[in-house]
């Protein structure tokens, strides 16, 4: 039996799965609000309690953190939470514990998704030699890299989300005075992210807003893009559109420094939230803008994860095939 998990700065996934050969197969799956715990080792004992299951027929555990992974340890970055794979092995009695960085884990996903668990933006022509490569925002902003060697796709973590943005208008430009007056530096995460949409919301507007979204409220970001996919607030619309532009340059960059020929892949709580943005063709538009490599890009599949559980289920993989 497998125990993966996918450590978030919002929500943790804890789950129980069985080896298969192609792909693992989940028999328990809960959610848990990461910070309504102190430790993992409590949250998974919680979890094994309420699942009747036992550590001795855990064979092998994997879980995927939100931040750089050094020395079998993470210390989480939106979070004040530090784990460590031998401490949760040895409080566990566990036999083997992974840890890899979030989107580390996500990216072990990724060639084993049905069709039916993405959507497409762009077809593309995926070269089998190439290398994929995959985004995601939700709470912060993650990327990874899948070198394909020999055929066969290995990840591998970054914490590319934490580089400086780089603004491509005035009205961008804008944004990185106020962020960097805000923070010090303007980094990508800042705007492509929850609190991105947040930052981006207080630029925005130039006038209150007319959809009165609490920016204070942990709903404020999902308010803001329902506000203006029903277009109630004109600068909610604009916030929607910074981001989605944003996220596609950004998604751009990282297909360009990954040479991602065999696809992109956006994954995270977000995109799936806001397809019907993300397809009307100003994210597009931002990811192809690179010349001279433009066509390169235009030829590259880019397709949204819609499992919501992706992150969980490449621990899992990652335990099956290691």
Same mark, same amino acid.
């Given at each position: ?64 953190? /939100? ?13 004040p939470w530090r ?39 762009? @077809? ?29 796709f290995v990840p591998?973590?970054?914490? /590319? ?79 929607? @559109?910074?981001?989605?532009? /944003? ?32 397809? /009307? ?21 880019? *397709?949204?994860?819609? *499992?919501? @559980? ?13």
């Amino acid at each position: 039996m497998i125990l993966a998990g996918d450590i978030g700065g919002t929500k943790t996934l804890l789950g129980l799965f069985d080896s298969a050969p192609a792909r693992p197969r989940p028999t328990l799956v809960r959610s848990f609000g990461t910070l309504d715990y102190d430790d993992l080792e409590t949250m998974i004992a919680t979890f094994l309690k309420d699942g009747h299951a036992m550590p001795p027929g855990i064979e092998t555990a994997c879980f995927g953190a /939100a931040g750089p992974v050094i020395d079998e340890a993470v210390q989480l970055t939106n979070v004040p939470w530090r784990v460590d794979a031998r401490r949760v092995k040895s409080t566990l009695g566990f036999g083997r514990v992974a840890l890899l960085n979030d989107l580390e884990a996500m990216a072990y996903a990724v060639p084993v998704l049905h069709e039916s668990e993405v959507h497409v933006l762009q @077809d593309g022509e995926a070269l089998g030699h190439g290398n994929m490569a995959l985004i995601a925002a939700g709470t912060g902003l993650g990327q990874a890299l899948l070198h394909n060697v020999d055929g066969r796709f290995v990840p591998s973590p970054s914490e /590319a989300g934490h580089a400086d943005f780089a603004a491509r208008t005035e009205r961008e430009i804008t944004l990185v005075r106020d962020l960097t007056r805000r923070y010090g530096r303007a980094d990508v995460e800042h705007v492509v992210s929850g609190r991105g949409l947040v930052n981006i919301h207080r630029v925005a507007h130039q006038h209150p807003c007319r959809a009165e979204v609490d920016l204070e409220s942990p709903e404020a970001p999902a308010a803001i893009s329902t506000a203006a996919s029903e277009r109630r607030c004109p600068g909610c619309v604009e916030t929607l @559109d910074l981001f989605v532009e /944003a996220y596609g340059a950004e998604a751009g960059n990282l297909a360009l420094r990954t040479v991602a020929t065999g696809g992109v892949y956006v994954g995270g709580g977000i995109a799936p939230q806001i397809i019907e943005s993300l397809a /009307a063709g100003k994210f597009l538009s931002a990811f192809r803008s690179k010349p001279p490599f433009t066509p390169m890009l235009d030829a590259m599949p880019v *397709n949204v994860i819609l *499992n919501a @559980d992706a992150g969980l289920l490449g621990a899992a993989h990652f335990c099956s095939i290691t």
